[in-house]
């Protein structure tokens, strides 16, 4: 059964590669800084980062807190987006335009859509899909490109960063360590890989809306935050690479399980980004 799914996802892989567009090798508008933007979308996945960083101030940009400093020989500034698309949208621009950073990393967690994520375990985002844009009808969603600001250009509703930034993943994929957690009554190593993360401003889902996820997308996380970080980055012609790790199965009503297994994915997808800042 797993066999036959994971063979539909790379079927699902090739098609969406197909039509998708890959985000910038290098940035397209600005000369850039040597900096690194890290985003997390709440306080609980930054402070990994803050204490690699050395525990520097906390400084404000348009009331928007961040830290400045560095990680290994990286220059990094780490902020948070708020929740979801807007705060997301809003917070990459503003911290692009100030910063003008070479890269962007997004940090954070994500509900388990693929049944075969265990909490903790990380996925280094091939694909974001905003799975609300479109029309909801009695069947499900229908999806529909997008507009830009560029004369109305159409865009597809799928990001996807460069190749050449994913590449760089692959060592640092192969050579992690990952750390022991114990979630819902087991105990093991987190795993990572690659694979699919689509985000909405919806925190629950419907069991119809899950299996729509997993069709149509192969989706392995569902969150806010990851697509719209996609969307802006490609826009703005700005490298991005986005690393999210499993809390909660994706599911109607998540809150208790978020709140209770949330952290545990926090910590374990900046630990795994604080070792990628390491090949980027």
């Known amino acids: 059964m797993i066999k036959q799914w994971m063979l539909g996802g790379l079927v ?31 306080p609980q996945e930054i402070p990994v980062f803050v204490q690699a960083m050395g525990n520097p101030p906390r400084r404000s940009l348009w009331g928007i807190p961040y830290y400045s400093g560095k990680i290994g020989d990286k220059k990094v500034v780490v902020a948070i987006t708020g929740i979801g698309k807007t705060y997301t949208a809003m917070t990459t621009t503003l911290f692009i335009t100030e910063f003008k950073p070479r890269l962007v990393l997004m940090s954070g967690t994500g509900s388990r859509t693929n049944p ?23 069947k499900g969603m229908v999806y529909r490109d997008m507009n830009s600001p560029v004369d109305g250009a159409d865009v597809k509703n799928n990001f996807a960063p460069s190749p050449s930034l994913l590449a760089k993943s692959d060592p640092a994929i192969a050579s992690y360590q990952g750390p ?7 105990t093991y190593h987190v795993a990572v890989r690659k694979g699919v993360v689509v985000s909405s401003d919806l925190f629950g889902v419907t069991e119809q809306r899950i299996a729509q996820l997993r069709s149509d997308f192969n989706t392995d996380l569902m969150e806010m935050e990851s697509a719209p ?5 490609e826009t703005l012609g700005v490298p991005y690479i986005i690393v999210r790790s499993g809390s909660n199965v994706t599911q109607e009503a998540p809150n208790d399980d ?23």
């Open 12 to 42: 699902a892989l090739v098609t969406l590669g197909a039509y998708a567009a890959d985000g910038p090798d290098t940035v397209k508008f600005y000369k850039p800084s040597d900096t690194i933007v890290v985003l997390g979308a709440v």
């Open 116 to 138: 075969s994520l265990r909490t903790g375990d990380i996925i280094v985002a091939t694909h974001t899909v905003e799975h609300d844009y479109g029309s909801l009808t009695q």
């Open 180 to 186: 022991e957690v114990t979630a819902n009554g087991a």
């Open 229 to 233: 970080l996609g969307h802006v980055c």
């Open 258 to 280: 978020y709140l209770r297994l949330g952290p545990i994915a926090a910590r374990e997808a900046a630990k795994f980004s604080v070792h990628l800042l390491g090949y980027l």
